[in-house]
């Protein structure tokens, strides 16, 4: 079909009576496509761990991803302790990572005969890219360790079982209460 053929075609089909039909069609088939979009993940990652956060910024599941690495981390310092063989680690965390942004504050004093009063307001500070304007963050607080489990080989020894505790406790900031070391099998 030629580019002629397919202009007069268009210009037939939205003519006269026709063109209430098209734009009804139209319109339908908008709202559909509205309405699919609506039901689609979000941010599908590679993995699917991508989320968006408050500012539609895309970052990975900060709190999976998080004890991920600190757990391989561990396994590796751990496993090198004499005495302590092959170890594995398994963390629990309050995940909740916390975005802190940057924020103008201001204190207004107001006097009134013997009372004072004292307010203050706070707005986070803006920033524009690319004609958009998003809060600047100023930081993101890591998620909290709630508890960590080490299975490893020479637990069995309370020595080896106690010089775990304590390096697991130093690395994760952890009360030793928290923590349980366990021999495999």
């Known amino acids: 079909m030629k580019a002629n053929e397919l202009k007069m075609l268009l210009k037939k089909a939205i003519s006269g009576k026709n063109r209430l039909r098209v734009i009804t069609i139209l319109s339908i088939v ?41 757990s391989e981390k561990l396994e590796t310092a751990i496993s090198d302790i004499k005495g302590v063989g092959e170890a594995e680690v ?45 809060p600047i963050l100023r930081r993101i607080t890591a998620p909290k360790y709630r508890g960590a489990l080490v299975i490893c080989d020479g637990a069995a020894d309370i020595n080896i079982r106690e010089r775990v505790i304590k390096a697991v406790s130093a690395a994760l900031d952890l009360p030793t209460s928290k923590i349980c070391v366990e021999y495999r099998k």
């Open 90 to 134: 398994i963390l629990t965390l309050d995940c909740s990572e916390e975005y802190i942004f940057a924020e103008d504050k201001a204190d207004e004093h107001s006097a009134s005969g013997d009372d004072t009063a004292e307010n203050s307001h706070s707005k986070p500070v803006m920033s524009e890219r690319n004609g958009v304007k998003e």
């Open 30 to 70: 908008a709202i559909l496509l509205i309405f699919i979009s609506e039901m689609l993940p979000k941010n599908p990652g590679p993995s699917g761990t991508t989320v968006t956060d408050d500012i539609g910024r895309s970052s990975p599941n900060l709190c999976q991803d998080y004890a991920e690495k600190m």
